[in-house]
């Protein structure tokens, strides 16, 4: 029976401490560490000293305004472009740090990202005005976008085949982990008298960034990093010390062939974008993370206590209900550990799809205006509301727990896992970078303007981001082929067998077709 604690110590089949597997763990739990306490500087929004400080047309219209509209009350692009900045930074870095990881290795890349988080950290709990502020926030968004690129590829080429989905979602279990503690945090914080409990809460975010700085000492760079580098003989010494065995022959020729197949790719980035035989992972780097942000989750973990806020909460109800929903993505997230090695990518993916759309569209409904006995309205078209009745406040919570927990278990670890685990070698850091460029460019547009359309489109915003699941979980279905428990060096193959990528693949420059000598493919199948 497989166990795994923490998400550092792991038991095999036969009960016997792997250590290979340790060091996967511990590394995948340090190096993600930097990214979920940038939730906080969402939680600080509903603060009231810190809205005072720096959005004090946001405090004045909350506390002045003596009407109801909940729709509207934080509709803000000041106030959006504090929490989105980050990712606007992280789009940029992240197509900085892709030469960087390719040239300098993973580790590096991911020391460097705990280095500048640890700045932006103190730069926005020290805060004196609004510049300073949203200065430190596009910092910390430029560590988001090294860590991004560098972790997913660090866990997916440091695992083995069979256990890569697992080591790959504790990447996200670690965020789940720190969004659960960022929620705490501003909980905790929010009590503080004096008006400065938002510094302790954005400056802690420093504490797991200084983690991952000093733990990338200690941590090795990949197999295939040191490979690509031309340093074969560290290479073959590291992957018998993290497989723990001394016969690595077989998967050590897979890495040799998957360089020589990339030094035949001279410009990835050129080749990625016009190569027909890159074609099935540029569209999955594109429109996975795409698709991963317009579930809409962004929105509801980033502002959820605004949102609880705005849905008529109080205060500390508001961050209590954001622990409530925390707590949730962090356990859902232990499903999708246990699963994708077991059931699959695809029927997580299309599980947690069908799950998210049904209390979407059930959220919506509610919002209309019908409670059990359809007679009295909540927001409506209006937002305009005196009372919220506990049966509402309870549906409200219930439909966004469970939302959350098909996302977590879903396309939330998933959206980052399967994209670095499709990419060739010749073009992986290219292509991780387009994966996070868009990531972060679709993160930005969700939270830039998510406040002002959950204004405008007010409960339709809801049945806005359904539609979004509607068309992703259809596109899973019929193009997202499974990669359970296939070497990352032969995942070419999935997508010559696949009924629509197939016609891509018989490219004669293929650098697959180079190296092992094939003069034709078979289109007949």
Not at 28 to 57: D, R, W, Y
Not at 191 to 215: H, Q
Not at 393 to 398: I, L, N, P, Q, R
Not at 497 to 523: A, T, Y
Request: glycine content about 8%; some cysteine; charged content about 15%.
């Amino acid at each position: 029976m497989k166990e795994i604690e923490t998400g550092i110590w792991f038991f095999g089949e036969d009960g016997i401490f792997d250590q290979n597997l340790e060091i996967q763990g511990y590394s995948s739990t340090l190096t993600n560490s930097i990214h979920p306490l940038k939730q906080n500087s969402c939680g600080v929004t509903s603060m009231a000293p810190f809205l005072e400080k720096f959005f004090p047309e946001v405090y004045k219209k909350e506390m002045e305004d003596t009407g109801t509209n909940q729709y509207c009350k934080f509709d803000s692009q000041i106030l959006q472009l504090f929490t989105s900045s980050l990712y606007l930074a992280a789009l940029g870095a992240s197509v900085v740090a892709a030469p960087l990881t390719k040239k300098y290795g993973r580790r590096i890349t991911m020391m460097m990202a705990g280095f500048i988080f640890l700045i932006g950290a103190g730069l926005t709990g020290g805060a004196v005005h609004l510049l300073m502020l949203i200065g430190g926030r596009i910092l910390l968004g430029v560590g988001v976008g090294f860590a991004n690129q560098s972790v997913p590829l660090y866990l997916s080429e440091m695992a083995p085949y069979n256990y890569r989905g697992m080591f790959n979602i504790l990447f996200q279990l670690m965020i789940t982990i720190g969004i659960l503690c960022a929620n705490v945090i501003n909980y905790l914080t929010a009590e503080i008298s004096g008006g400065w409990g938002w510094r302790v809460s954005l400056g802690l975010a420093g504490v797991p960034a200084l983690i991952i700085l000093v733990a990338s000492f200690f941590l090795s760079d990949t197999p295939n990093s040191l490979v690509e580098r031309g340093m074969e003989d560290e290479a073959k010494t590291l992957l018998k010390r993290i497989r723990g065995v001394d016969d690595v022959e077989a998967e050590f020729d897979d890495m040799i062939q998957a360089r020589n197949e990339a030094r035949l790719v001279k410009h990835p980035w050129r080749n990625l974008m016009r190569r027909r035989c890159y074609r099935p992972q540029l569209a999955m780097s594109i429109l996975i993370p795409f698709f991963q942000q317009f579930t809409g989750i962004n929105a509801i973990m980033f502002y959820a206590p605004v949102l609880f806020k705005t849905l008529g909460f109080g205060g500390s109800a508001s961050l209590m209900s954001a622990i409530i929903t925390g707590a949730v993505n962090m356990f859902a997230t232990g499903v999708s550990i246990y699963g994708s090695d077991r059931w699959g990518r695809r029927s997580l993916f299309l599980e947690g799809g069908i799950q998210m759309l049904i209390f979407q569209l059930t959220q919506s409904f509610h919002q209309t205006g019908c409670d059990s006995s359809l007679n009295r309205l909540k927001f409506g078209i209006t937002g305009n509301v005196t009372e919220i009745p506990t049966s509402f406040a309870s549906v409200v919570v219930t439909c966004i727990c469970i939302y959350v927990a098909g996302f977590a278990w879903s396309w939330g670890p998933l959206g980052w896992l399967y994209p670095s685990e499709i990419f060739p070698l010749e073009i992986r850091s290219a292509a991780q970078s387009v994966t996070v460029a868009v990531n972060m460019l679709a993160t930005f547009v969700v939270g830039q303007f998510f406040l002002s359309m959950l204004c405008a489109m007010k409960y339709g915003l809801f049945i806005f981001f359904a539609f979004f699941v509607v068309v992703m979980t259809v596109f899973c279905y019929f193009f997202m082929p499974e990669t359970k428990n296939i070497p990352i060096e032969e995942m070419t193959q999935v997508w010559r067998s696949h009924w629509f990528w197939k016609r891509f693949m018989n490219d004669p420059n293929d650098p697959v077709n180079l190296v092992i000598g094939m003069s034709r493919f078979d289109d007949k199948a």
